[in-house]
């Protein structure tokens, strides 16, 4: 549970692919062969690659391979009965933040402007809402005929992105405009299209949800936390371009996609979890409700009631305490800590910002009805060594983009 905290380790500048969803289409033509390392220099970006490739791609790489680098089965068919029961293509046209088609042949850019849903790749392009980005791929003289012009120009109206195509000496041994871009360029031109975020590229862990504390095989102490503040921390995080590792106690909670869950029961488990990520994490946000105690000795077999038995009376011990351990810690990230009070709030905060060493406390009072626990909707007091500001009353989804906004500032300053 505790090892591959994170899903890849990026090395250089920062990405703006860093968790996009990039659908490659790959048609027929020898620069074919440039797409198995086009999806490898997008993975590296962090981007996740799926491809769909038309009859023609096949007769110059086969799926196998692509399925093998991409680490994703490779969509050949539009009648495919398996895919389709679910209706495969509209999930493939859903799920892209990105289309890129690269190589885009001749034969292709006429059936996309003429609309056609005649093979897997143009039903998707008709039906998905994502961005569409082609990397024209052909002779010169097909490029320079006055179709191919007017097709461009078709497609250009329709917000459709063309990258390229370059000059230079083709397969056939003519010069002039036609060939594929370098993949570097395509990957660089991919990137173009996604704002900057402003955790790109940051590593960051995030603990969610509550704790529960054995008694018994049966029983155990936890608290009222239901999650949704993490998790919607979580999904902002990683909108605004983080790797997210979301370490979480139970919860009813649907876990977030692209970000790496870990799953944890016990205080114990989520201080090792978290202490894991050090070193590799550089913002760790403590969100979840810990326990702050948990039963000094755990029954074996469940505690039985009896008719002299009125009361229980249970040993309780500190658990660590996670957030300070990380503040503390040598390879200390910047540390965000939650407080969540149900008097003086403001004041205990700033004690937890001093006594335990970190960046920033969110402040918020679980006593007020409609907030805090379980709710859907939360106030806070963002409290800083030199400030303090206050967000209203909002969604949690909302409130975390404000909370992610602030927070990278406050890593920048």
């Not at 680098?69 to 969509?75: K, T």
């Not at 990397?135 to 006055?146: L, S």
């Not at 029954?299 to 996670?322: F, R, S």
Request: charged share 20%.
């Amino acid at each position: 549970m505790l090892d591959a905290v994170f899903l890849s380790d990026q090395s250089g500048p920062m990405s703006t692919l860093t968790n996009k969803r990039i659908l490659l289409g790959v048609t027929g033509g020898i620069a074919a062969y440039k797409s198995a390392e086009l999806i490898r220099r997008l993975q590296d970006q962090g981007a996740e690659v799926r491809v769909v490739m038309t009859p023609g791609a096949q007769e110059f790489i086969t799926p196998l391979t692509l399925q093998a680098l991409s680490g994703n089965p490779v969509h050949t068919a539009l009648l495919d009965p398996e895919a389709e029961a679910g209706m495969g293509h509209i999930e493939l046209a859903r799920w892209a933040d990105l289309l890129l088609v690269a190589p885009a042949s001749a034969d292709f850019i006429a059936r996309f402007c003429q609309g056609q849903g005649n093979d897997l790749l143009t039903t998707v392009c008709l039906a998905t809402p994502a961005p569409i980005c082609i990397a024209a791929a052909m002779n010169q003289g097909m490029w320079a005929a006055d179709a191919t012009q007017a097709n461009l120009k078709t497609l250009a109206e329709r917000n459709i992105t063309l990258f390229g195509p370059a000059s230079g000496v083709q397969a056939c041994g003519d010069v002039g405009l036609g060939r594929m871009l370098e993949v570097d360029e395509i990957v660089t031109a991919t990137a173009q299209q996604f704002a900057r975020g402003s955790l790109t590229g940051r590593r960051v862990v995030i603990t969610a949800g509550p704790t529960r504390e054995a008694i018994d095989p049966v029983r155990y102490i936890s608290n009222h936390s239901s999650g949704k503040m993490g998790y919607a921390l979580a999904e902002a995080a990683r909108d605004a371009g983080a790797q997210v590792t979301l370490i979480t106690g139970p919860t009813q909670l649907a876990p977030p996609e692209r970000c790496h869950l870990v799953r944890v029961e016990s205080a114990q488990q989520m201080y090792d979890a978290s202490v894991a990520t050090l070193g590799q994490c550089e913002l760790f946000i403590a969100a979840a409700a810990v326990a702050d105690y948990r039963p000094a000795t755990v029954a074996e077999q469940k505690l039985k009631k009896t008719a002299d038995n009125d009361t229980m009376n249970i040993a309780l011990v500190k658990n660590p305490d996670i957030v300070q351990t990380i503040a503390q810690s040598p390879q200390r990230p910047v540390t965000v800590g939650f407080a969540a009070e149900t008097q003086d709030v403001i004041h205990y905060a700033k004690g937890k910002l001093q006594r335990k060493n970190l960046d920033l406390v969110i402040a918020n009072d679980v006593s007020q009805a409609g907030i805090g626990f379980n709710s859907d909707e939360n106030a806070v007091t963002l409290v800083w060594s030199d400030r303090e500001e206050c967000l209203p009353q909002s969604s949690k989804t909302h409130l975390a983009r404000q909370l992610i906004e602030r927070i990278s500032q406050t890593m920048t300053t």
